[in-house]
């Protein structure tokens, strides 16, 4: 693959683990272990490639409606990922990060993040997004809480709000926007992730399941990428 023009800044909304477990008669739980192991596959791929950022929707603020059985499978495959792939990510000098109301995960997951994230600190490599419990109206929803705050006690002034300002309070601060967005299993929708940050991502949507999406698919979607003209509304 020609090096050039690769996606700064790829999210990936990883879609289809339970339909991909139905075609093969597996339970919904074994289509999400194969999805965890695509997780792998995507950042190894995108750090060999030259992308700086990868975000993953993995869990988000409306999965706590799905049925308990498989919420606890879900919190249990992160917990085991957190535990067997840090020291994996640092040997690969890739940075964990988490957004989204962490606070509200589970005790026994939120004890082996501590631990990846430390673990991993000093990486100069990818940065690796896990978005955990997030939504992105939540997001939106907190940082104009923290504006408020902030107007509040005068640390910030009405006129000082702006487009850049709301970018510095919420959870990718300081991050670059998204330039695309990969959606797997052919759902055509954005499903409440990164509302703010999409605004201008160029969309890639693949039929392929989540677990069958392998480093071709990444390439696949970063050549179609680099056809597009981006024009930012202009």
Same mark, same amino acid.
């Given at each position: 693959?020609?090096?050039?023009?690769?996606?700064?800044?790829?999210?990936?909304?990883?879609?289809?683990?339970?339909?991909?477990?139905?075609?093969?008669?597996?339970?919904?739980?074994?289509?999400?272990?194969?999805?965890?192991?695509?997780?792998?596959?995507?950042?190894?791929?995108?750090?060999?490639?030259?992308?700086?950022?990868?975000?993953?929707?993995?869990?988000?603020?409306?999965?706590?409606?799905?049925?308990?059985?498989?919420?606890?499978?879900?919190?249990?495959?992160?917990?085991?990922? @957190?535990?067997? &792939?840090?020291?994996?990510?640092?040997?690969? %000098? /890739?940075? $964990? =990060?988490?957004? #989204? *109301?962490? !606070?509200?995960?589970?005790?026994?997951?939120?004890?082996?993040?501590?631990?990846?994230? @430390?673990?991993? &600190?000093?990486?100069?490599?990818?940065?690796? %997004? /896990?978005? $955990? =419990?997030?939504? #992105? *109206?939540? !997001?939106?929803?907190?940082?104009?809480?923290?504006?408020?705050?902030?107007?509040?006690?005068?640390?910030?002034?009405?006129?000082?709000?702006?487009?850049?300002? /709301?970018?510095?309070?919420?959870?990718?601060?300081?991050?670059?926007?998204?330039?695309?967005?990969?959606?797997?299993?052919?759902?055509?929708?954005?499903?409440?992730?990164?509302?703010?940050?999409?605004?201008?991502?160029?969309?890639?949507?693949?039929?392929?399941?989540?677990?069958?999406?392998?480093?071709?698919?990444?390439?696949?979607?970063?050549?179609?990428?680099?056809?597009?003209?981006?024009?930012?509304?202009?």
């Amino acid at each position: 693959m020609p090096t050039g023009n690769v996606p700064k800044h790829i999210a990936i909304i990883m879609d289809g683990n339970g339909r991909w477990a139905k075609e093969r008669g597996l339970p919904r739980l074994a289509g999400h272990r194969s999805g965890a192991k695509a997780i792998e596959e995507a950042a190894s791929s995108c750090s060999e490639l030259g992308v700086e950022i990868l975000t993953l929707f993995a869990f988000s603020t409306e999965n706590w409606k799905r049925p308990k059985y498989e919420v606890r499978g879900l919190m249990g495959l992160l917990r085991r990922f @957190l535990k067997e &792939k840090a020291d994996a990510l640092k040997k690969n %000098n /890739i940075k $964990l =990060n988490v957004i #989204g *109301r962490v !606070e509200h995960l589970p005790d026994y997951v939120k004890r082996p993040l501590t631990d990846a994230l @430390l673990a991993t &600190k000093d990486c100069d490599g990818l940065l690796l %997004n /896990i978005a $955990l =419990n997030y939504g #992105g *109206r939540a !997001e939106i929803t907190d940082a104009c809480r923290a504006i408020a705050k902030d107007v509040q006690i005068d640390k910030i002034g009405l006129s000082d709000i702006d487009e850049p300002l /709301i970018s510095e309070y919420l959870y990718t601060k300081g991050m670059p926007d998204p330039d695309l967005l990969i959606r797997t299993s052919g759902e055509m929708r954005l499903s409440n992730f990164l509302l703010w940050q999409l605004a201008y991502a160029e969309i890639y949507v693949t039929k392929k399941f989540w677990p069958a999406f392998r480093r071709e698919d990444l390439k696949e979607a970063i050549v179609d990428y680099r056809n597009r003209q981006r024009r930012f509304g202009g």
